[in-house]
């Protein structure tokens, strides 16, 4: 039975851990698994490492995190000690290959000749040369050094890692054209857990927040301009009463953040009534996205933002919900036919698709089953563990 250890920051959570558990159930691998002990929130308590639930196929390993503020420059203090009983044939190190992670998996993995493979969610050309050249020109000395820094980390992961796992079609074209790796690829999606994300009665819930009679437009993820969320309050202003938005927010929001400015605008706009804030957690997103009649999620591109998966819409398409995206990224991938596309930052566009799905039911629930049947065949997390599983044994019979 191959032995796998996988160093992983977003294992923090349990729900990250599923395709892990079905290597070992499904695939026979031996699996040991690295997290953070615990991870800074800004403005909130530090997170800590969800327990194994009983009866985790996996062997969980909580350990702390260092430069946590870096993702690139982050490891886990200890791991390269404790990886000498576990004896892994491969690492899976879900850090890009120019990362200090993957040297430090390396290294984990140095006794027993482990197998590295690492995990890229880049969708952007990053010549690191020419952008430390042209910060250097500047006089920009800092931000030199660190473009220089990445493109040495990212040649090390090249001679180091002997396969690449990709999230999205963009970034497989990158590793393999423009990077030119020779490494064997493969296409990895965040899988849905069809066991926590499917339709749910959510009639209670949407009472207690107010929402039985609302149309409810969904939105979950981070608050950030790029995200263009604004436009979902703006539409607001151009839709009748009854619909709603249910917004998921952080805690602790500041005066002048973006949270802060949403709902100023919303007052502007006469529309603060109709805006219902929650602080869902990770557990509990499922229920409140089963309290949704759509949702939205209409992403802009703008300099070096560029939606690399969009986790949120095949969630919501695994509950039944109905979805519009915008083309940003790999969110037409995701949805393909199976929901809204409209093009970036238009709001008339956002209203006209909103209309739609207020005015017409029977088109609402036939997306929602197009959605369900798309994401069983793409998105789940089965489908996840079982291309980490080919990609892990071709790894294995390289030389």
């Known amino acids: 039975m191959p032995s796998l250890l996988v160093v992983s920051q977003a294992a923090i959570n349990t729900p990250h851990r599923k395709a892990y558990d079905l290597l070992a159930r499904r ?13 800074a929130i800004a403005g909130a308590a530090p997170k800590r490492c969800d327990p194994a639930p009983p009866g985790a196929a996996y ?7 260092v430069f946590q503020r870096d993702a690139r420059l982050s490891f886990f203090r200890g791991l390269t000690r404790r990886a000498a009983a576990w004896k892994p044939d491969i690492v899976f190190v879900e850090y890009d290959p120019g990362s200090v992670a993957v040297l430090e998996a390396f290294a984990a993995g140095a006794r027993n000749r482990a197998k590295i493979v690492a995990y ?30 990445v493109g040495v980390l990212r040649e090390a992961g090249r001679r180091l890692t002997t396969a690449v796992a990709c999230l999205n079609r963009d970034g497989e074209a990158i590793v393999r054209d423009q990077w030119r790796w020779a490494q064997p690829t493969a296409l990895v999606p965040l899988g849905v857990d069809l066991e926590l994300f499917h339709p749910a009665d959510a009639r209670q819930l949407r009472e207690s927040l107010g929402l039985s009679d609302a149309f409810v437009l969904g939105y979950f993820g981070r608050l950030m301009p790029e995200k263009c969320v604004h436009l979902l309050v703006e539409a607001l202003a151009q839709l009748p009463p009854q619909v709603k938005l249910l917004l998921d927010m952080f805690k602790n929001f500041s005066p002048g953040s973006y949270a802060a400015e949403l709902l100023d605008r919303a007052e502007r706009l006469g529309v603060r009534d ?14 409140y996205m089963n309290c949704c009649d759509a949702l939205a999620l209409v992403s802009t591109e703008r300099g070096r933002f560029k939606e690399q998966y969009g986790r949120v819409l095949p969630e919501a398409m ?23 596309i409209i093009p970036r930052d238009s709001l008339p566009d956002l209203v006209a698709a909103l209309r739609l799905l207020l005015d017409e039911p029977a088109r609402r629930r036939e997306l929602g089953r197009q959605g369900m049947e798309r994401v069983r065949a793409h998105w789940t997390v089965d489908v996840q563990a079982s291309r980490l599983d080919g990609l892990f044994r071709q790894a294995l019979a390289r030389g």
């Open 27 to 39: 695939h026979g691998w031996t699996v040991h698994l690295v997290a953070p002990a615990q991870l």
């Open 274 to 287: 109709r805006i219902v804030t929650v602080d869902v957690a990770h557990a509990e997103v499922p229920k």
């Open 318 to 340: 695994a509950c039944g919900v109905p979805v519009i995206a915008t083309r940003s990224g790999n969110l037409p991938e995701i949805v393909g036919d199976a929901g809204i």
């Open 120 to 149: 890229t969610v880049e969708n952007l050309p990053d010549p690191r040369g020419e952008r430390a050249l042209g910060a250097a020109r500047r006089g920009a000395l800092a931000e030199a050094a660190k473009h220089l820094t």
């Open 59 to 65: 062997s969980l390993h909580a350990l702390p995190l």
